[in-house]
């Protein structure tokens, strides 16, 4: 049976299952049921349905099946004797995209309570349970699973032929405990993308009983949840410049940021503000507006970080504060440029300048640059269309009565992988393979350098170079994984 409780102004649906007697172990405040209900009214939660015991893990998943028949936009699943971070949920609730995921746990030992999983480039590949096995396991799943609205049917398919199989013994001797565990496993078999949603160092733990309740409420307290959330909110795999020059202490500016009740396109639009300053300071052609300019330049960059790691640690996602970042990242460089080459023309006595060539070496540069960012876009659109169109035409469907869940890799790809992963290991090559590519950090680092210390002729000139250096490198790469 099924009760619910209405949101409003709220995105994601929520079937809470209380089918298990640990749901009614006391904590503070009430019950285990009683508290993760409560953590779901901090969330952006429209809709909770509590399905209640009525006949083990057959009638559960049949109940999964009817409300995913009937639901729209997102819903998600999650046990009743979940003890988990508010800040956990709230990683894969308030995700901004919206598909299906998982919250795991980056660790290979797996249980009852826990059931193996292995992750492969940010997606859960494969699931097990009590009678599902998981070769090569990597991770573990925690208990809560969101379905994207494009899976929704494919989750009232898998949870009804799951029903069947569990009713007749042939999964056997699974219990309801074990129904969103399940529901993971069908999803996976049935070819839905996965996403992987990392715990970190936050806890989500499923329980038995009032001695191991109370001991991880206990743990919960350990772990600083406002700090996690910050540190989730700095990219860990920017670019050098970025991650060394600017978040090492841009990361001090989000919370007063937030608190400021600044929006990340506001910060967006101070980054736009000061690029635009950097530029006309950059037009007066002497040493002391060079080196102006490159401190601006400097600033605004690093507020093109802030509104990023603003947007994350706030949760504060659109379509349009996207597309805003993006066009004015091509905004400001533009803007620079121009602002070089006419303080150059200008021809001040320092600089050895003049209008000769220094035009055609900033066209030259912004073209390099249209070309760089037209790769990216068109190689990552295509690779999404063609992802789309190979799901649409045949997906990986696994037999739900498979006991172990073998996934199929090339050998050459396997190679590959592991190649990618070794040097990943690799501190050094790490960040090279990073700055090689001249990421919009060390561009910007570039330019004001160059500008602050010689003249926009070297500027340009040095972005010419190690941009066409980029372009080569981004093309065999490009090349090589279609080949693939």
């Known amino acids: 049976m099924t009760d619910s409780m209405t949101r409003a102004s709220a995105t994601t649906a929520v079937v809470l299952l209380a089918t298990t007697p640990a749901c009614r172990l006391t904590c503070a405040g009430g019950t285990l049921l009683d508290r993760i209900t409560d953590q779901l009214t901090l969330l952006p939660v429209r809709d909770v349905q509590v399905v209640t015991s009525g006949g083990g893990a057959g009638a559960d998943l049949r109940g999964v099946a009817k409300i995913a028949r009937a639901a729209t936009g997102t819903l998600v699943v999650l046990p009743g004797d979940l003890v988990a971070h508010t800040e956990a949920l709230a990683q894969l609730l308030e995700h901004p995209a919206r598909g299906s995921a998982a919250l795991v746990s980056l660790d290979a030992g797996g249980g009852p309570l826990c059931p193996p999983v292995r992750v492969e480039g940010g997606r859960v590949v494969a699931a097990g349970s009590s009678f599902h096995t998981v070769p090569d396991a990597n991770a573990t799943f925690r208990g809560v699973l969101q379905a994207g609205e494009a899976d929704l049917a494919s989750l009232a398919d898998v949870a009804e032929e799951l029903a069947e199989l569990a009713d007749t013994g042939r999964l056997g001797a699974v219990t309801a405990v074990e129904a969103v565990d399940l529901l993971l496993v069908g999803l996976v078999r049935a070819g839905a993308r996965i996403r992987a949603t990392q715990l970190g160092p936050l806890h989500a733990d499923r329980v038995t009983g009032q001695a191991t309740a109370d001991g991880a409420i206990g743990r919960l307290a350990e772990v600083d949840e406002e700090q996690v959330r910050l540190d989730a909110a700095i990219k860990d795999r920017d670019g050098f410049f970025a991650t060394f020059c600017v978040s090492s202490w841009s990361r001090h500016l989000v919370r007063p940021a937030a608190r400021l009740k600044l929006t990340p ?192 002729r070297v500027t340009f000139m040095a972005l010419l170079g190690w941009g066409g250096l980029a372009v080569v490198y981004q093309l065999a790469g490009r090349i090589a994984r279609t080949a693939r």
């Open 265 to 456: 396109n506001a910060v967006t639009g101070i980054s736009v503000g000061l690029a635009v300053l950097a530029a006309i300071w950059f037009s007066a052609g002497n040493r002391g507006a060079q080196v102006a300019g490159a401190v601006l330049l400097y600033l605004s960059f690093v507020c093109d970080c802030l509104d990023g790691q603003l947007a994350r640690y706030t949760r504060m996602f659109s379509s349009f504060g996207a597309w805003m970042d993006g066009m004015a990242d091509r905004l400001k460089e533009y803007v620079v440029y121009v602002g070089l080459a006419i303080g150059f023309a200008a021809g001040m006595p320092w600089s050895g300048g003049g209008p000769d060539g220094i035009w055609h070496l900033a066209v030259a540069a912004m073209i390099l640059q249209v070309v760089r960012h037209a790769l990216d876009f068109s190689y990552g659109g295509s690779r999404a269309d063609a992802r789309r169109v190979g799901e649409l035409w045949s997906k990986p469907v696994r037999s739900l009565l498979e006991s172990t869940d073998e996934v199929s890799h090339d050998a050459p790809r396997r190679g590959v992988l592991k190649l990618s992963l070794a040097l990943e290991h690799e501190s050094v090559t790490r960040w090279l393979k990073r700055m090689i590519v001249l990421p919009i950090g060390e561009r910007m680092a570039l330019i004001a350098v160059t500008a602050a210390v010689f003249n926009a």
